[in-house]
């Protein structure tokens, strides 16, 4: 049994019509006799009921018709599944962000992904540097953004954004009425940075900073998000330094301060050498895309 046979049938079990059924399947009409007859053989029963005046279903006909017409409707559904995953219309994407890409460029990406996406399911998962680069090893996420890190085997990681890294202080510090602030003013500063295992390259710029004057940061305290920093930093455990873009989130009792030859840190986007999802071709599209309207 053909699966044109089963489409033949159908035309014409709506038809009841031979001449009709021919023309809308762009055939002639012997043809379609022919593919009939062949598929009342394959089923071993009668489906038609033919005379020179009509054609009418028989009784099996009209239950074969049932349970075609739903096994029909059911391929055409999955052909347009398949092309939809196939062109990156439907699917699933896991994204891991550091905190920070919160405030930047994540929440316009995803809005304008889901405009042009609204049937692809996004995971979202906050999680350190080291962690999505962990995760994209293992196949467990499709797309991280991540900080400043160099180069890691099995990955393409291209750079999304630049901003500066700033000082951030309780508003009664010292340091807080200052327009700006040197590096050596920080010497001797209780500081809250990033655990180094899990945000290397950012906690190596930190330490570069500081050699630039031939200091070392004191660092008293040690959080993985930067929600969790600025917390610390309101309660009065230290200062830290911290990407522009906490500014954002930056509560009443906190203030944010440039720092004077400090280094840009950047924004990365990550992913599998590997990958070939569609999916993740279009959500990284959206985050250009959001990154572009923001400049």
């Given at each position: 049994?053909?699966l044109?046979h089963?489409?033949y ?5 709506e038809?009841l019509?031979f001449g ?5 399947l762009?055939?002639s009409q012997p ?5 009939i007859?062949?598929?009342e053989?394959?089923v071993g029963?009668?489906?038609?009921d ?11 006909g009209?239950?074969f018709?049932g349970r ?8 055409e559904?999955?052909v ?6 196939a062109?990156g219309r ?6 891991g962000f550091?905190?920070s ?6 929440p316009p990406g995803l ?7 609204p049937?692809v ?19 467990a996420?499709?797309?991280g953004?991540?900080?400043s ?8 990681v291209?750079p ?11 508003v009664e510090h010292p340091l807080?009425a200052r ?6 003013d ?6 809250i ?11 190596a710029q930190?330490?570069?900073l ?8 004191v660092?008293?305290q040690?959080?993985?998000?930067h929600e969790?920093?600025?917390?610390l930093?309101s309660a009065?455990v230290?200062?830290s330094i911290?990407?522009a873009s906490?500014s954002?989130?930056r509560p009443a ?11 840009t840190t950047?924004?990365l ?9 569609p999916?993740?071709?279009g959500?990284?599209e959206c985050?250009r895309a959001a990154?572009?309207?923001d400049d």
């Open positions: 049994m053909e044109r089963l489409r049938f159908r035309v014409l079990a038809e019509h009709r059924a021919a023309a809308r762009h055939i043809p379609l006799t022919a593919h007859k062949d598929l053989r394959e029963a009668r489906l038609f033919r005379t020179t005046r009509r054609v009418a279903l028989t009784a099996a009209e239950v018709a075609v017409g739903g096994l029909l409707d059911e391929l559904d999955a347009v599944e398949a092309r939809d995953h062109e439907r699917g699933r994407i896991r994204v550091v905190s890409a919160s405030g930047t460029v994540l809005r304008i992904f889901r405009e042009i996406h049937a399911r996004v995971d979202l998962s906050p999680l350190t540097t080291r962690e999505q680069l962990d995760a994209l090893a293992a196949g996420l499709d797309v953004l991540i900080r890190s160099g180069a890691e085997p099995g990955l393409v291209e999304l954004l630049e901003e500066p890294m700033v000082a951030v202080l309780p807080a327009a700006a602030i040197g590096v050596d920080l010497v001797d500063e209780r500081l940075l990033f655990p180094n295992d899990l945000m290397p390259a950012y906690v930190i330490w570069a500081f050699a630039t004057i031939g200091a070392e940061p660092v008293v040690e959080a993985i998000h969790t920093v600025v917390g930093v009065g230290g200062i911290l990407p906490v954002r989130f009792d906190v203030v944010i301060r440039p720092i004077e030859g400090a280094p950047a924004l986007i990550a992913r599998s050498a590997q990958e070939s999802n999916v993740t071709e959500f990284v985050l990154q572009r309207v």
